[in-house]
């Protein structure tokens, strides 16, 4: 786990790095990764950088404040809850929400190679169901368009059960929106709603990902449609 100190000046280095380029970040994801001696895991994300202690089971999002401060607030106020056992947890955020700590989930989902990419409308039927369930929000957050889950955004955890690992939209609208919005205000704001009574189980295994709630269950098998890539 990374010290509140290793957090704090990797938002401190990140801000001195973007007073003339906001966009830095994805262009010196080497040279953070070098100076905190982490590693590169990530930097596709059209809004933060993964970077990795070599062994470490955390990882650090290295961002802008608003999806950061959104997602730490997003999981504090549910962790206590179904919907919070769905989420990869979040450890920690530095003082400026540059740099955030979120345990690390070892399996991606597999995924189709070369110009093809797997689409299945049984997991869009199922990311929707899921997404339904974090509708609520929306009473404490009017600008939230959505949680965004989808294929990418998750991961697997050695014993097959399935974290989310970007969930930033939940609240980063908010965040991105009101200068005064704190990580404090918003996990009161949401802890104040009504919490969806359900029980959800998400897996994988061989391949499948198994989803049930209270009401309906999916089967969806992880593979390529012969399709061309949709960008």
């Not at 070369?114 to 990311?127: A, I, L, P, Q, V």
């Not at 609208?173 to 005064?180: G, I």
């Not at 499948?208 to 089967?219: L, M, R, T």
Request: glycine fraction near 6%; hydrophobic fraction near 40%.
């Amino acid at each position: 786990m990374a010290s509140t100190n290793l957090l704090n000046r990797i938002d401190s280095y990140v801000q001195a790095l973007l007073v003339d380029n906001k966009e830095r970040i994805w262009t010196c994801a080497t040279e953070i990764a070098n100076k905190f001696k982490l590693q590169v895991v990530e930097t596709t994300g059209s809004t933060r950088i993964v970077l990795k202690k070599k062994g470490s089971r955390t990882v650090i999002k290295v961002g802008y404040p608003n999806h950061n401060k959104a997602e730490y607030a997003a999981y504090k106020a549910l962790e206590c809850s179904v919907l919070g056992d769905l989420l990869a947890p979040c450890l920690g955020v530095s003082s400026g929400g540059y740099a955030l700590e979120m345990q690390f989930i070892p399996r991606a989902f597999p995924q189709a190679r070369g110009e093809y990419y797997w689409f299945n409308s049984d997991f869009s039927k199922m990311r929707d169901r899921l997404e339904s369930h974090f509708s609520f929000i929306k009473e404490y957050n009017n600008y939230a368009w959505g949680a965004d889950f989808h294929e990418e955004n998750m991961r697997v955890m050695r014993k097959g059960n399935v974290k989310i690992i970007d969930y930033s939209n939940l609240l980063a609208d908010m965040f991105s929106r009101r200068s005064q919005t704190t990580v404090q205000g918003a996990i009161k704001g949401v802890l104040k709603l009504n919490f969806p009574k359900v029980n959800i189980q998400l897996t994988m295994k061989d391949r499948i990902i198994s989803y049930q709630d209270n009401d309906v269950s999916y089967k969806v098998p992880v593979y390529p449609q012969r399709s061309k890539a949709i960008i």
